[in-house]
């Protein structure tokens, strides 16, 4: 049946998007660069083109979804079949009937490898490609109607057809003044991948490269370089490469591995050192083996190194943090590294529940991990909690009664949800001073959290627990008091987090999800972090009125007035009243979209904390510092908070700079941006009255601040929110709130 009609911008997506997937990018710059480049050889250009077109089309009527068609997801193989075919005959009717016929095969195997390799969460790269051009090539002896190419031959001649002497002249300045055989071939590499074998081809295709990610650009000539290392040290002659152009298999593995299918860094590059020798190795091999055939084995060693790498990741039973699979794909290695580089301290994949305190109210850690007293060897993340009162006193009176202690019987919560799996509640409290190395836990509540996170309280009152074994909890449910059972001397709380179920289980090194951190009165929010030695800390009070207002559902649509003071022309355009609708994509991601220029602003509420986590569109726009302004903001709080973050360095950097961090992003980070949201003392914060809070931004290099923007966020009653933007070019007035109002 036929899919839904495809807007013309659709349409043109899936057309460019199916040529800069061979990057694996998005970008259109990109795209129009490789398809001037295919038309170097017009048989070629118009197979490729024939090709994506058919490949799309099928993929439209046959009702496939639109979002995949229109990343080129569909197209990409077909295009590689469509060029190579084409470069293959001279153009003719029958050529274009044949190149039609492969693209409808690599649409299919395309279809079905996704399939196949999807189950494992493995792309199918340029499988699709390789049994299309390999089944056409083995069928070309009996193609009678279709004449070989001759096209190659008289270079000059066919650049002269393109371009005029001009053209010549400059190809044949290229072809004298680069004299070195490792640029010649990497040039040529470059081009053969869109097969092309002029020299002028790849120079393009790197420009291009360059301008749309420097990244890319640079792990194209690491993995190329790689690899001429490897074939001098191991006595290969490189200058073979030359005749066969295959060396564009290092190129692209060391790309897909390097930077878009794991989060680039210092580990993927490494890794990219590592197998550009299998790779290498793998295209010797091959080469002898096809060629018994008459066939080139294209792009067969980087299917093989990078989906045999892949799949080998999938199975780790422990992810190290330095090499990360991209979560969701932005389609550039410098925008996942950005995103990843903020992400990991937002949402660390290491610590995959985000426990609360175990408490009510403001406590201290008495002891900590790696303890003075107790908290040893394998049981040393550990932590035990008291109350004091303002003098540093744990206990009041003379502190030889239970009920002395500030912390005895208060009410002990379960930090995360989860079933109880060990509930012991008939060991007797002991006399102030006194122990039981016998019983060493005390009544103690385990709950399981996940197959491997169990958090362990311990020490509670004698039959004061609230819940038993098998009962499921909620995060903040009470489950028990603060006692003075087993090993305690005097009374506490004792927490833990264990890999394991049982009562004498060793720690695990695992942090707390938020907590506030209380010092000079003030609160600091601190998230995924492990409370130390005499720390003041609380649990985060959840507040209605922020509830409610960044409670975003989709279908809401919000009312958006903005005013502007500046001189700058682009501030001003940013004046006026519009909307912003709430929505989600295929990924079930929630954004809100701005129906003036399509800006789209992704946030992620887990009832704890706001998040915007990414923008895209224009910068000059309303949403774009909504986005800014409320970067992280907590659901719960006290008055006086305090919450910092990092903002990724490419939403508020760009030019040179930014272009000169991109090559060295990898390894250091020089640029930054720090939020630092403030929430301020008024009135009776946590039951009525507005929410106002201050949210400065700051822009860094090497650590030296050169610009500020402050924003002055007041959230009413209702939910509507007002935010005054100031910095050094504009004064922004930003009023939203949701459309029935």
Request: with cysteine; proline share 4%.
């Amino acid at each position: 049946m036929r899919g839904s009609a495809l807007s013309g911008k659709e349409i043109l997506s899936s057309v460019l998007n199916s040529y800069s997937q061979i990057f694996f990018s998005s970008s259109k710059l990109l795209a129009v660069f490789l398809i001037l480049i295919s038309f170097f050889d017009y048989g070629a250009g118009m197979g490729g083109l024939i090709a994506v077109i058919i490949a799309n089309f099928i993929a439209w009527f046959l009702g496939y979804n639109k979002y995949l068609l229109s990343t080129g997801l569909y197209g990409f193989n077909a295009l590689l079949v469509g060029l190579g075919v084409g470069l293959l005959y001279e153009p003719s009717m029958q050529l274009f009937l044949l190149v039609s016929i492969s693209a409808i095969i690599s649409f299919f195997l395309t279809v079905v490898f996704q399939g196949v390799l999807g189950k494992y969460g493995l792309p199918f790269l340029s499988v699709p490609f390789l049994i299309a051009i390999w089944i056409i090539e083995l069928s070309g002896v009996n193609l009678t109607a279709l004449n070989i190419s001759e096209r190659g031959i008289f270079v000059y001649n066919e650049l002269y057809a393109l371009g005029g002497q001009p053209f010549v002249d400059f190809y044949d300045f290229l072809e004298n003044n680069i004299k070195s055989s490792f640029l010649r071939i990497y040039f040529h590499s470059l081009g053969a991948i869109f097969f092309q074998a002029h020299l002028l081809a790849g120079i393009v295709i790197s420009l291009g490269l360059l301008i749309y990610s420097r990244i890319t650009f640079v792990l194209s000539f690491l993995g190329f370089s790689v690899a001429y290392i490897f074939y001098n040290v191991v006595g290969i002659e490189f200058d073979s490469l030359g005749y066969t152009f295959i060396g564009f298999n290092y190129i692209l593995t060391a790309i897909a591995i390097g930077g878009y299918f794991l989060v680039p860094g210092r580990v993927t590059f490494g890794w990219v050192v590592i197998l550009l020798p299998t790779v290498v190795l793998i295209t010797i091999s091959t080469q002898q083996i096809f060629l018994i055939f008459n066939l080139s084995p294209y792009s067969l060693p980087f299917n093989m190194v990078v989906l045999m790498f892949l799949y080998a990741l999938k199975l780790r039973e422990q992810r190290p943090k330095n090499l990360v699979e991209t979560p969701v794909q932005l389609g550039k290695p410098e925008k996942n590294l950005y995103l990843h580089s903020g992400s990991i301290k937002r949402f660390p994949a290491a610590y995959p529940i985000s426990a609360s305190l175990p408490f009510y109210g403001e406590w201290t850690v008495s002891q900590g991990h790696s303890g003075e007293h107790t908290h040893k060897g394998a049981w040393r993340h550990a932590w035990d909690f008291i109350i004091n009162d303002r003098n540093g006193k744990q206990f009041k009176a003379s502190g030889d009664f239970h009920e002395d202690y500030f912390c005895f019987g208060k009410a002990v919560l379960a930090p995360f949800e989860g079933t109880v799996i060990e509930a012991i509640n008939n060991i007797p409290d002991n006399i102030i001073g006194d122990i039981n190395t016998k019983n060493n836990w005390g009544n103690t509540v385990i709950i399981k959290h996940s197959e491997y996170i169990y958090s362990k309280l311990s020490h509670l009152k004698y039959h004061s627990l609230e819940v038993k074994v098998g009962d499921i909890v909620q995060k903040g449910q009470i489950v028990g008091r603060c006692g003075n059972s087993g090993r305690s001397p005097y009374p506490h709380l004792h927490f833990q987090f264990q890999a394991t179920p049982y009562i004498g289980s060793v720690t695990l090194d695992y942090p707390f999800g938020h907590f506030l951190l209380k010092e000079a009165n003030k609160y600091s929010l601190k998230t995924f972090e492990f409370p130390n030695k005499d720390q003041l800390l609380a649990n985060p009070s959840k507040n209605e009125i922020l509830s409610k207002a960044l409670h975003f559902i989709p279908g809401q649509r919000l009312k958006v007035d903005v005013e502007v003071e500046s001189e700058k022309e682009k501030w001003q355009k940013q004046a006026g009243n519009f909307t912003w609708l709430v929505e989600t994509d295929v990924f079930n991601s929630t954004y809100i979209r701005c129906e003036k220029d399509d800006g789209l602003a992704y946030l992620y509420n887990n009832s704890d904390l706001h998040y915007f986590t990414n923008f895209t569109g224009t910068k000059n726009s309303a949403l774009y510092w909504f986005f800014i302004a409320l970067f992280k903001v907590p659901i719960g709080f006290l008055p006086n908070s305090k919450i910092t973050d990092s903002i990724q360095l490419n939403m508020m950097f760009g030019g040179v700079l930014k272009f000169l961090q991109d090559f060295i992003a990898p390894v250091f980070l020089f640029l930054k941006v720090d939020y630092n949201l403030n929430i301020k003392e008024s009135g009776d914060i946590l039951s009525s009255g507005d929410i106002k809070m201050n949210a400065l931004i700051t822009k860094k290099i090497a650590g030296r601040k050169i610009k500020e923007f402050n924003c002055e966020l007041n959230i009413t009653q209702e939910g509507a929110f007002n935010i005054f933007i100031t910095f050094d070019q504009a004064k922004i007035k930003i009023i939203c709130q949701n459309e029935l109002e």
